[in-house]
């Protein structure tokens, strides 16, 4: 590190890594940045004699690329190192011409397009009919499910999920204001079955205010005010296994959403007004797209589900 970094101790490179990371939003890429600094440097440590330049991050990529990692997998690494040499550079501990050099490292390019996985209109049934109604857990679940494929609603969305989410709107229950990725806010319409098997878990684990998911013990009683978005994938890769779609992911669902609601004739626009995309901001701002909440897409699923009261 002593050519290029002008303070090469280790506990000022933990220090801008740590600059690096509090400048993150999300827990997720704090969690993928820490992984890939630390491998980054364990490398540089081992196999770059030169310090950290350039030629030595050009030489870590071409390592990534080797082991065979994905594109986006290096870029995402890649773009934690950059961001480590421009926190060294403001941070007097690099100079200003070698992070910029960096910075200009390209990333990997990716080969064709990557097919998602999602479900067909049968195992989407199949999927929500298989929790057991019987039991706290089974309601649970089968509500949880209903939000996921019924809403498109991401794993974190459906664990931040409130019963004053929750509202009538133009006749129809619509989860009003609900905070997505980039801390954006949308409505997302809701289908009748989806409000039924909510309501059939709320109604039976006595909640009526606060999250709408929470864990349940053994015993079938609640054992706590929330439910991770882990155990959330937790729930859904169980189901999955059990309609034979192993490693089925949240994720998942919220692609058989998109599917099913395109396949019933959902207009496009709200579609993507509902899952929250970021490109929503634009075609609203340049088009004046309004969303739609009497014909919504969600209306267009074509799932049948019947829900115990």
């Known amino acids: 590190m002593s050519a290029a970094i002008l303070t090469p101790q280790a506990a000022a490179l933990e220090r801008i890594k740590a ?17 890939a600094l630390d491998d980054f440097l364990g490398w540089c440590g081992r196999e770059a004699p030169g310090g950290f330049t350039k030629a030595a991050v050009n030489s870590y990529r071409s390592h ?87 809403c498109g609603l991401r794993r974190k969305e459906a664990a931040a999920l409130a019963v004053e989410h929750i509202q009538l709107r133009e006749a129809r229950w619509v989860i009003v204001d609900l905070v997505g990725k980039g801390g954006r806010v949308r409505s997302v319409p809701m289908p009748s079955w989806t409000k039924a098997a909510i309501d059939a878990w709320t109604s039976a684990a006595e909640i009526t205010g606060g999250l709408v998911f929470r864990a349940t013990c053994k015993g079938g009683k609640v054992a706590g005010d929330s439910m991770t978005a882990q155990s959330i994938f937790e729930v859904v890769r169980l189901y999955g296994a059990k309609i034979g779609v192993p490693e089925l992911a949240p994720h998942d669902l919220r692609r058989t959403f998109a599917k099913l609601a395109h396949k019933g004739r959902a207009a496009l626009e709200q579609i993507q007004l509902s899952l929250g995309h970021a490109s929503v901001v634009t075609t609203e701002k340049y088009l004046g797209v309004r969303q739609d909440l009497t014909d919504a897409p969600c209306d267009h699923l074509g799932l049948t589900v019947e829900v115990s009261p």
Do not use: F
Request: no cysteine.
């Open 19 to 35: 600059l690096v990371l509090d400048g993150l939003g999300s827990p997720e890429s704090r969690r993928a940045y820490s992984r």
């Open 64 to 150: 990534l690329e080797a082991r065979g990692l994905s594109a986006s997998t290096i870029n995402i690494r890649l773009s934690a190192v950059r961001k480590l040499a421009l926190e060294a550079a403001d941070n007097g501990l690099m100079h200003r011409e070698l992070a910029a050099g960096i910075a200009r490292v390209k990333g990997a390019k990716q080969q064709g397009t990557r097919t998602g996985k999602w479900l067909t209109l049968e195992q989407a049934e199949r999927l929500i009919s298989t929790p057991n109604p019987a039991t706290a857990k089974g309601r649970r679940d089968r509500a949880l499910l209903a939000a996921l494929l019924g």
